[in-house]
């Protein structure tokens, strides 16, 4: 039997922690997070009982941007999987706030085909008129998660559908929605229709981290149309006003970034600069596949080009590996790509080929997809110059 007093005990750490959580800004998340392993200490200890369950809930939610914004969330989702399970049912709210944030851990983990499934289950929770709002915040979600699946139609309904329904009084939520329609436009060639989009967004956005995400995919859609110039301000003014100890996940999205723009100008030492800043903070953290896997293929790739084979190779192939751990199939068809120009560059056309097969098998089964037609279109065409370079017999 639990003794009353540790019951109270827990309750009180419990409040004490709600109070420390209740205004996550920078400067209160680098204070606190030292403190992180004792905060998940804590967590497991209150889900144990039922009279601590809903209260440990409150916090878990409460810390969503410390956990999403320093890269805590392999550790932390594990435990609002487990609050989903031993919360009761009643409240639905309660339970419904857990079910959207978990999915938001499980995008951010890139396990999308997961998360369309906790956002459905959640969806089923808000079906009352008076909860149009949180219709549209699964709607908002399940557009974010389709946007990464690449089904830019279905993304395109769910965002269409949260402006609709979304009140004026959540100007944040209007802000992502705008967004990550901007996002979809750029990726889809429509330049100008995305940077009306993300101008848009900056008009509702609030908090600095927000700002940041809208600018950084105004870079992206620079960046695409090849005005380099542009994006590199950009992400130069981002990486000076972000900490990197505070913004960790948004941090290395634009080194990435940078560097890519850098690799693009073939200012390789200075692409290769980015990228492993942007590996030196993967490793010190756990989880982050897709990322992990991004800085891989783009070291590969300067390193290619830099004649570094051997530890392009290496690179390429650890990226194929973290990309099919991140289930992310199209873009570990991007790697095996780039794998394959290694392989032609040294001349070993017959595993250039076989490379090209797995980039060919993989972007076939996305024909909706205009990032798989566009490697279905590039490879093919490589693969029938390659072949024609094969001596014969």
Excluded at 267 to 277: H, T, V, Y
Aim: aromatic share 10%.
């Amino acid at each position: 039997m639990i003794s009353p007093r540790f019951v109270q005990g827990l309750q009180s750490y419990l409040a004490h922690w709600l109070a420390q959580t209740a205004v996550l800004d920078d400067d209160a998340i680098r204070q606190l997070n030292p403190d992180f392993p004792n905060l998940l200490r804590v967590v497991e200890l209150g889900l144990v009982l039922p009279e601590t369950q809903a209260q440990t809930a409150e916090l878990m939610l409460q810390c969503f941007f410390w956990v999403e914004q320093v890269g805590h969330v392999p550790q932390w989702q594990p435990w609002v999987a487990l609050a989903v399970q031993r919360v009761p049912a009643a409240p639905n709210r309660l339970r419904f706030r857990l079910l959207k944030q978990l999915a938001q851990f499980q995008r951010l983990q890139y396990q999308l085909d997961t998360a369309v499934a906790t956002l459905q289950e959640a969806e089923q929770l808000v079906y009352a008129p008076a909860d149009k709002p949180l219709l549209a915040e699964i709607h908002l979600n399940l557009c974010q998660v389709y946007h990464l699946k690449r089904d830019y139609r279905t993304a395109e309904t769910y965002g269409r559908l949260a402006l609709r329904h979304l009140p004026d009084n959540l100007p944040r939520l209007t802000a992502i929605t705008l967004r990550t329609l901007g996002f979809m436009a750029s990726e889809q060639g429509q330049y100008v229709q995305a940077e009306a989009y993300l101008q848009d967004s900056l008009n509702y956005v609030h908090l600095p981290q927000d700002r940041a995400l809208t600018l950084n995919g105004l870079a992206i859609t620079y960046q695409q149309q090849e005005q380099y110039d542009q994006a590199l301000a950009i992400y130069d003014e981002l990486l000076a006003m972000l900490d990197s100890a505070t913004h960790t996940h948004l941090f290395i999205d634009v080194q990435l970034n940078k560097g890519g723009a850098l690799h693009s100008l073939g200012r390789l030492e200075a692409a290769e600069s980015a990228f492993q800043a942007a590996e030196d903070l993967l490793r010190q953290r756990s989880g982050l596949s897709f990322q992990k896997a991004l800085a891989a293929n783009h070291l590969g790739c300067v390193w290619r080009d830099q004649g570094r084979f051997a530890a392009a190779e290496a690179s390429l192939r650890r990226s194929i590996q973290q990309f099919a751990l991140a289930d992310a199939e199209l873009y570990q068809a991007n790697a095996w790509g780039n794998l394959a120009k290694l392989y032609a560059r040294q001349g070993r056309q017959d595993e250039a080929l076989v490379c090209l097969d797995e980039v060919l098998r993989r972007a076939a089964a996305y024909p909706d997809s205009a990032f798989a037609q566009n490697l279905q279109t590039s490879y093919t065409r490589l693969r029938d110059e390659w072949r024609d370079e094969l001596p014969e017999g």
